[in-house]
């Protein structure tokens, strides 16, 4: 009887504490939702309201009422949807030219072998650790040489393949491509492309859905190199546009801030899209596991 009793407590001592722990881990994860979140609701205060309101003491912490009326006002003083389709244009082709050589560069260095290959792959690399404001200027005199300056092919060509895709999925590729099944594939006669096609792309998803999620968002916030190649003011993307609602003695902040907003919600939509293939992926393999 002594020892059930004691076993018992035991039992309930443990199970006390798991549930103080699994309380403490949903405390825990509600807080960090909550601090990453306020940023999101005080854009839309800030959005929602007037110059006086942002710059008042004590701050606001409710939304307004003029949410509507600033991002018509964002509307009228920039040329807003054509800055917007400029970008959705670039930002998409950009995204899935990145994933297709990407993945096609770490397909070939982490599953073939060929002549300089580690020399290629470290060349690669060193290119990364090169600060992209070095190259501005030969790059705009490479693209005004071409005749592409002030065009949309200034800024989806030059950024077709970068240096951190690559790395990112040759790694993922070295991990989780068996290759077990790229020798069955070629006993049956699968050449690269078809191995690249019907094995490797497959297996990619998550990898590419992370890839592809952070390239969108990385291009659709680029700034520097957009205001310097778009010579023409038709083909303005959405971060250069958003930048002429600041001015020197009169800027009027809410206006700012509804633009911004504004420029923010598709890359919400896009991350909730993208992520959910991404984490539904993630959690099939840990499963399988």
Request: net charge positive.
């Given at each position: 009887?002594?020892?059930?009793?004691?076993?018992?407590?035991?039992?309930?001592?443990?199970?006390?504490?798991?549930?103080?722990?699994?309380?403490?881990?949903?405390?825990?994860?509600?807080?960090?939702?909550?601090?990453?979140?306020?940023?999101?609701?005080?854009?839309?205060?800030?959005?929602?309201?007037?110059?006086?309101?942002?710059?008042?003491?004590p701050?606001?912490?409710?939304?307004?009422?003029?949410?509507?009326?600033?991002?018509?006002?964002?509307?009228?003083?920039?040329?807003?949807?054509?800055?917007?389709?400029?970008?959705?244009?670039?930002?998409?082709?950009?995204?899935?030219?990145?994933?297709?050589?990407?993945?096609?560069?770490?397909?070939?260095?982490?599953?073939?072998?060929?002549?300089?290959?580690k020399?290629?792959?470290?060349?690669?690399?060193?290119?990364?650790?090169?600060?992209?404001?070095?190259?501005?200027?030969?790059?705009?005199?490479?693209?005004?040489?071409?005749?592409?300056?002030g065009t949309?092919?200034?800024?989806?060509?030059?950024g077709?393949?970068?240096?951190?895709?690559?790395?990112?999925?040759?790694?993922?590729?070295?991990?989780?491509?068996?290759?077990?099944?790229?020798?069955?594939?070629?006993?049956?006669?699968?050449?690269?492309?078809?191995?690249?096609?019907?094995?490797?792309?497959?297996?990619?998803?998550?990898?590419?859905?992370?890839?592809?999620?952070?390239?969108?968002?990385?291009?659709?916030?680029?700034?520097?190199?957009?205001?310097?190649?778009?010579?023409?003011?038709?083909?303005?993307?959405?971060?250069?546009a958003?930048?002429?609602?600041?001015?020197?003695?009169?800027?009027?902040?809410?206006?700012?801030?509804?633009?911004?907003l504004?420029?923010?919600?598709?890359?919400?939509?896009?991350?909730?899209?993208?992520?959910?293939?991404?984490?539904?992926?993630?959690?099939?393999?840990?499963?399988k596991?």
């Amino acid at each position: 009887m002594a020892a059930e009793h004691t076993s018992s407590t035991a039992g309930l001592a443990i199970g006390a504490g798991s549930r103080r722990a699994r309380i403490c881990v949903r405390v825990a994860l509600l807080l960090g939702v909550l601090v990453s979140m306020f940023p999101f609701y005080w854009l839309v205060v800030m959005a929602s309201g007037t110059n006086q309101d942002i710059l008042g003491y004590p701050p606001k912490l409710v939304p307004g009422t003029r949410l509507l009326h600033n991002m018509g006002e964002v509307i009228d003083r920039i040329a807003f949807f054509n800055s917007l389709f400029n970008t959705v244009v670039v930002a998409v082709t950009g995204t899935v030219l990145v994933l297709f050589f990407d993945s096609l560069a770490a397909f070939a260095f982490a599953k073939y072998e060929f002549p300089a290959k580690k020399f290629l792959f470290g060349t690669l690399m060193a290119t990364y650790m090169i600060p992209a404001q070095l190259s501005l200027v030969p790059q705009f005199v490479t693209m005004a040489h071409f005749g592409w300056a002030g065009t949309l092919k200034a800024l989806i060509i030059p950024g077709a393949a970068n240096a951190f895709g690559i790395f990112w999925l040759r790694q993922y590729a070295q991990n989780s491509l068996p290759d077990e099944l790229l020798d069955a594939g070629r006993i049956d006669g699968a050449g690269f492309f078809r191995l690249y096609r019907t094995v490797a792309l497959p297996l990619f998803r998550p990898a590419l859905a992370f890839l592809g999620i952070f390239t969108f968002i990385s291009i659709w916030n680029d700034y520097i190199w957009p205001l310097v190649v778009m010579v023409n003011p038709d083909r303005l993307t959405l971060q250069v546009a958003l930048a002429n609602l600041s001015v020197a003695y009169n800027t009027d902040y809410a206006v700012v801030m509804a633009g911004a907003l504004m420029s923010v919600v598709p890359l919400i939509v896009v991350f909730l899209l993208g992520a959910r293939h991404f984490l539904r992926d993630l959690a099939a393999g840990a499963t399988k596991m």
